[in-house]
């Protein structure tokens, strides 16, 4: 965890823990510009020699990550292949896959990742933001529905999802590790105003508000619960992040509380409450998902003992799922 993984790099760790019996590795479709996008199935070994993929979807739920969909928030395939590393290896972790199946994305944006790669090499602590989106430029995820995208690489999402039919999915993201946009240097960009200066790790929780779906809501509560217990159990990352948010109310909340806000549950920022006027509702996919979540740690571009940092954080985030399907 103190280097920015390559999509190169993943790749081989990939297939390196894909020799292992648990796990199959494969080449899911390639990038815009040719690279290999690979996906891991995780499941407990099996002997016969012909094995239902849909009765493995249903009789055990499926957990399903995807990693740096803006490849220059680097510590999401840090975290997820460690994820595996241990489910795959440590004899505490491996008793896990009794209740579920685990499917994994470590780099959904190989082009992006690898050009945000190269310039961290130039400026190791700069945002790299030219390596966030997919080499044309749109973002990989708006063109998983389309057929026709040129983005070759946002199919594979598609394809996972519309094979495992996954119960939860989660998409860890990231945000600059210091200053970014100053409120009157002719700088303002849509959707990121509130990004003046970090506010430590946070993610948010959708309380669904459909009677039709009472298991979301249940899921949503205890989430919320599970997710603030595995973020801040690790002293140093609750530590962090309590001295963030406390600079975070400070300078920008007790200004601006109309456009600053922080929610924190047990020490850890989670958004929780409604704060629009209309209910949430189940999505397109929320008749298959019962929980999904993506996160915001302060990885754009974390190097060394802050890289470890951040990616202790997200492991938490992946490890409040592994519990919740668990218990």
Not at 84 to 90: P, Y
Not at 185 to 203: E, H, Q
Not at 306 to 324: I, K, N, P, Y
Request: with cysteine.
């Amino acid at each position: 965890w103190d280097h920015v993984i390559s999509p190169e790099e993943s790749e081989r760790i990939a297939h390196t823990l894909g020799t292992l019996p648990e796990v199959t590795t494969y080449v899911a479709g390639e990038s815009y510009q040719g690279r290999p996008v690979s996906v891991m199935e995780i499941a407990l070994p099996m002997e016969a020699e012909l094995v239902s993929q849909a009765k493995m979807s249903s009789w055990k739920p499926v957990f399903s990550l995807i990693g740096r969909q803006h490849a220059n928030e680097v510590s999401s395939t840090s975290h997820i292949l460690r994820l595996a590393e241990l489910l795959l290896t440590d004899p505490d972790y491996k008793p896990y896959l009794k209740k579920m199946n685990v499917v994994m994305h470590p780099v959904s944006n190989p082009d992006g990742a690898a050009l945000a790669y190269e310039l961290q090499k130039l400026t190791p602590t700069h945002c790299l933001h030219a390596g966030r989106y997919s080499a044309l430029g749109p973002d990989v995820s708006g063109e998983a529905r389309n057929p026709d995208t040129l983005i070759t690489e946002a199919l594979v999402i598609k394809k996972v999802f519309d094979t495992w039919l996954p119960d939860v999915q989660l998409n860890p993201h990231g945000y600059p590790s210091h200053e970014w946009v100053q409120t009157f240097s002719n700088y303002l960009p849509y959707r990121f105003r509130s990004y003046w200066i970090p506010r430590g790790w946070y993610t948010g929780v959708r309380k669904i508000e459909d009677p039709r779906y009472p298991d979301h809501r249940a899921a949503a509560f205890a989430m919320r619960d599970y997710i603030a217990e595995e973020v801040s159990r690790d002293p140093e990352v609750r530590d962090t992040n309590l001295r963030i948010y406390d600079r975070y109310r400070r300078w920008a909340i007790r200004w601006q509380p109309h456009l600053y806000n922080l929610e924190v549950h047990n020490d850890t920022a989670i958004y929780f409450s409604r704060r629009r006027s209309t209910a949430p509702r189940v999505g397109p996919t929320g008749n298959i998902l019962v929980f999904s979540a993506g996160t915001e740690a302060m990885d754009e571009t974390a190097q060394g003992e802050w890289l470890d940092l951040v990616s202790r954080m997200g492991f938490g985030f992946l490890m409040a799922s592994v519990r919740f399907l668990d218990e």
